[in-house]
């Protein structure tokens, strides 16, 4: 057994698994507690009123900024078969020593849902039973971009207050291992460790060590196993009526506590509770800082690209402490 190992005996027990009925009922039972009509299209992000930004930004004390991406991934592996194509165009060979004035120039791609880089899910990146959030049908994403619950909804960004929760730290861990579950106990538990609380309109991150373990022990298929938060861990975030669920891992665990559902926590955040996800960011600086400021909330703000008609975008969101 490695350092980074822990006996069995001492791991939490499995949460159950849920039925497909199971699963529908929760479904349904969040879905109607968000509210009807055209005026809630920004989903969760409602929540964030212009008091509660003005009542975030009152959270700097140091004026530390960490940023909670993760460097983006150039090279092939486990987690990352289609990895982000970057290249120089410009100078050419030999160019650079030349009189005059010359540009660099660079290139980018991403497969923006990807296992490994740093994204944004737009609330029209999940379809369930034919629907969107909020009933809209599916069928307004087409082959050349989404027709509503676009990226375009956050193009003036997200601004709030980040609540950190971490749950290695809860459980005296490193990390949780592969096809572990957070737990809404885990989170109730975590924010009475930290002496902090989660509340509405707050980007509630979750952090259960995923950046840790694979600069640690190296990358791994996690389509096949990864941690995340448990499918009725939702009711904690619906209560606590968060605007925003980020996590250093995919939110949803592997294998799924749901069998016939692959992305459970996915389509509870998205479609029925109208939340923005933050998929795949880095937490190890910022619960550093955290830990080291005794406060685990702060400013946080989170600009994603201008797409209008995209499903996502790459990310880089900056904690203010």
Excluded: K
């Amino acid at each position: 057994m490695t350092s980074h190992q822990r006996p069995a005996s001492s791991r939490p027990a499995a949460p159950r698994t849920l039925s497909e009925a199971s699963f529908r009922d929760l479904y349904r039972r969040l879905r109607d507690q968000v509210p009807d009509g055209t005026e809630h299209r920004c989903g969760a992000l409602d929540r964030l009123t212009p008091e509660r930004v003005v009542a975030a930004a009152a959270e700097v004390r140091c004026g530390r900024t960490v940023s909670l991406a993760a460097p983006v991934e150039t090279e092939a592996g486990p987690d990352s078969p289609e990895p982000a194509a970057y290249r120089m165009t410009a100078p050419a060979r030999g160019e650079t020593g030349e009189r005059g004035l010359h540009f660099a120039r660079d290139r980018f791609a991403m497969n923006v849902h990807g296992d490994v880089d740093s994204h944004l899910d737009a609330l029209c990146h999940v379809m369930f039973d034919g629907e969107l959030y909020g009933g809209v049908p599916a069928s307004t994403v087409t082959p050349d971009g989404a027709g509503a619950l676009t990226l375009d909804l956050v193009r003036d960004g997200i601004v709030g207050r980040g609540v950190l929760l971490d749950i290695p730290r809860l459980r005296g861990v490193p990390w949780l291992e592969p096809g572990e579950h957070v737990t809404a106990e885990d989170l109730v538990a975590a924010e009475t460790a930290q002496r902090t609380t989660v509340g509405p309109g707050d980007l509630l991150l979750v952090r259960v060590g995923h950046r840790r373990r694979r600069r640690t022990l190296g990358a791994w298929d996690v389509t096949r196993a990864r941690a995340g938060l448990h499918p009725t861990a939702m009711h904690f975030l619906a209560e606590r009526q968060v605007s925003v669920l980020g996590s250093d891992g995919n939110n949803d665990t592997a294998p799924s506590a749901v069998a016939e559902v692959p992305f459970p926590v996915h389509v509870l955040a998205v479609d029925a509770l109208g939340l923005h996800l933050l998929d795949y960011l880095d937490f190890e600086e910022l619960a550093t800082v955290c830990e080291q400021l005794g406060r685990w909330h702060f400013l946080c703000v989170v600009a994603p690209l201008r797409l209008p008609a995209a499903t996502g975008s790459p990310v880089n969101p900056i904690a203010v402490l």
